[in-house]
């Protein structure tokens, strides 16, 4: 499969209910051969509008912390579980989530990144471990087939809880030193 063929099937998924009433799917955006890949849950309203991932108030938050901590553009992808807005923005059903995970899959398979930092609890459990607690888990990281991944807070949980910032920059800075780390081994 090839970046062309995956933008073309998000393009035309109708798999669930999410496709009837979406303005743009949103894939992903970044750089296409990054080490650190970061998932978030699905789009919002202005991810929705754009067609871009994190251009939100969420996304400005996670920009900020990218750019502060020293990311640079080729270092990272960002994509989501879903790739269509659920109404009012709820948490995507289960069965929405399985409708798109192949997709993100794909992606993971085209980007091959040695990270993965799932932002959020959505992300978590589909690419970690089910029911994972973010609260209990975040920062802490698991090897899998030489990927490490790690969950952190969803950059939304912020906004709601500025409590929570410290420790999400924390976990993000220490996916950028963990790839140093990678870098010179
Ligand atoms: N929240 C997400 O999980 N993803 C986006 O793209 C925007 C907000």
């Known amino acids: 499969m090839t970046w062309e063929d995956l933008e073309k099937a998000c393009l035309s998924c109708r798999a669930c209910a999410l496709a009837e009433n979406r303005r743009n799917v ?5 750089c296409k051969t ?7 849950e699905g789009p919002g309203e202005n991810e929705d509008i754009q067609g871009v991932p994190f251009v939100g108030a969420a996304g400005q938050l996670l920009d900020q912390a990218l750019i502060s901590i020293g990311y640079k553009p080729e270092d990272y992808y960002i994509g989501n579980v ?13 069965a929405e989530c399985n409708a798109c995970i192949g997709y993100l899959r794909g ?3 085209l980007i091959r990144p040695k990270i993965v930092v799932c932002l959020g609890s959505v992300a978590a459990n589909y690419l970690i471990e089910k029911d994972i607690k973010i609260t209990r888990a975040r920062g802490v990281w698991r090897e899998k087939k030489g990927v490490w991944f790690m969950p952190t807070y969803h950059p939304a ?4 809880d500025e409590s929570k910032k410290f420790d999400m ?3 993000i800075k220490a996916a950028y030193d963990k790839l140093q ?4 081994q």
């Open 26 to 30: 949103v894939i992903g955006k970044g």
């Open 34 to 40: 990054a080490p650190i890949l970061f998932v978030g």
């Open 82 to 94: 879903v790739k269509c807005r659920p109404p009012q923005n709820r948490t995507p059903l289960e």
């Open 107 to 109: 992606q993971f398979a």
């Open 157 to 160: 949980a912020l906004l709601r």
């Open 169 to 171: 920059w924390k976990d």
């Open 181 to 184: 780390e990678l870098k010179a």
